[in-house]
């Protein structure tokens, strides 16, 4: 990876609808050349995808909540994390060191729907308890630079 490929991927972190043709002007190359460094950076696994940034509040998710997960002693990751992944609400889980096993960004429409969460968390079998943050407000999120 050269600087050439870190200026696409700058780019493209900022803006993943930039055409070729725009990505091609903005770093200098031909489009051809460009469309194969693109190419070349998704079938390596450095780009994993394009999605669309949606505002939740525009979806009615009103309430956003960071929740440590405190395992039981006998856990089972596979299970939990299935049982993580199958709740809508759990957007981002991040396993991480230290008293927590896990970090879930989590998104619902109010605090009882907060509540109902927390509670579904706390029946998944190896989830010991739970420790909830609740956000106030969000000052950035997905920083691009």
Do not use: F
């Amino acid at each position: 990876m050269d600087a050439v490929d870190r200026q696409l991927i700058d780019l493209l972190r900022a803006n993943g609808r930039a055409s070729i043709a725009e990505l091609a002007r903005q770093v200098g190359l031909s489009a051809p050349a460009v469309h194969e460094r693109v190419g070349k950076l998704e079938a390596s696994g450095v780009v994993l995808g394009y999605r669309a940034v949606v505002d939740p509040a525009a979806l009615g998710l009103d309430v956003t909540a960071l929740i440590g997960v405190i395992e039981s002693d006998a856990v089972d990751d596979t299970g939990v994390e299935a049982a993580l992944r199958a709740m809508p609400e759990v957007e981002d889980c991040w396993r991480v060191a230290g008293s927590e096993g896990y970090v879930l960004k989590v998104r619902v429409t109010d605090i009882p729907a907060l509540e109902a969460a927390i509670n579904a968390l706390n029946r998944i079998e190896g989830v010991a308890r739970t420790r909830t943050t609740v956000v106030l407000s969000t000052k950035w999120e997905g920083r691009t630079g």
